[in-house]
């Protein structure tokens, strides 16, 4: 059984267009969090949700809009998708919520904007 | 400007040797942890470290956090191919509001 996964693991389209990337985990977590991979292998969190309830939000920009249903699923809607928001996007969860613990990873959703 | 620097970026080297690689940070860490992540997965947990001048040990992988809680190091032993992978710290530093940050990481390569 897959603790966090996400879909889909690849995802190719062109500028300006709209795509969501979607994630579950089965670990009865109450933290989840989106984590943007650049081509450098930089991870850097962009948002965390703690029981449905957004708690972090960096500065992304407001392309991209979460949306929790409930606290064992958190999407990731990116609008007028741009060359730079090409990168590898995780899905993580952790028990409780600041300080977080361990994060439990998806596999990542590999994003190409051409 | 990352608030963790790992070095070093790239390590390449036989099987059978040894490694070390640093996470440090001008600021302290509530907690600090390590992870690797292998190609087209995620990253996996492999140690938390809490106290100053803490080591853990997970077989032949040495984990140390500084006696200031400012850096860490991992050291690897008679490293094999399956060591292979991307190697990140993540702290827990108050500075940034005391989420999660990682590291820039730093790559390993094991040659057999």
């Known amino acids: 059984d897959t603790a966090v996964s996400q879909t889909p693991k690849y995802l190719v389209t062109q500028m300006g267009n709209d795509k969501s990337i979607k994630c579950e985990q089965n670990?009865?977590?109450?933290?989840m969090y989106w984590y943007k991979q650049d081509s450098k292998k930089f991870l850097k969190i962009m948002f965390s949700?703690?029981?449905?309830?957004?708690?972090i939000n960096e500065t992304v920009p407001n392309r991209f809009s979460p949306k929790s249903p409930d606290k064992a699923h958190l999407n990731l809607h990116i609008n007028s998708l741009e060359l730079g928001d090409s990168a590898v996007y995780f899905c993580?969860?952790?028990?409780?919520?600041?300080?977080?613990?361990?994060?439990?990873f998806g596999e990542g959703s590999r994003l190409t904007v051409l | 400007t990352q608030l963790l620097e790992q070095s070093p970026q790239f390590l390449s080297i036989q099987e059978g040797e040894n490694l070390t690689v640093y996470c440090n940070s001008s600021?302290?860490?509530?907690?600090l942890q390590w992870y690797r992540q292998e190609p087209g997965e995620g990253p996996v947990l492999l140690v938390t470290?809490?106290?100053?001048?803490e080591v853990k040990k997970l077989k032949r992988l040495t984990f140390q956090f500084g006696d200031a809680r400012k850096d860490s190091s991992l050291h690897i032993t008679a490293a094999q191919p399956g060591d292979t992978g991307l190697y990140l710290c993540?702290?827990?530093?108050?500075?940034?509001?005391?989420?999660?940050?990682f590291g820039g990481g730093t790559r390993v390569l094991v040659k057999p």
């Open positions: 993580a969860s952790s028990q409780g919520g600041s300080p977080p613990g361990e994060l439990f």
């Open positions: 670990l009865g977590h109450d933290t």
């Open positions: 949700y703690n029981n449905k309830e957004l708690i």
């Open positions: 600021s302290v860490f509530s907690s």
């Open positions: 470290v809490v106290t100053g001048g």
């Open positions: 993540a702290g827990l530093i108050k500075a940034a509001g005391n989420k999660l940050t």
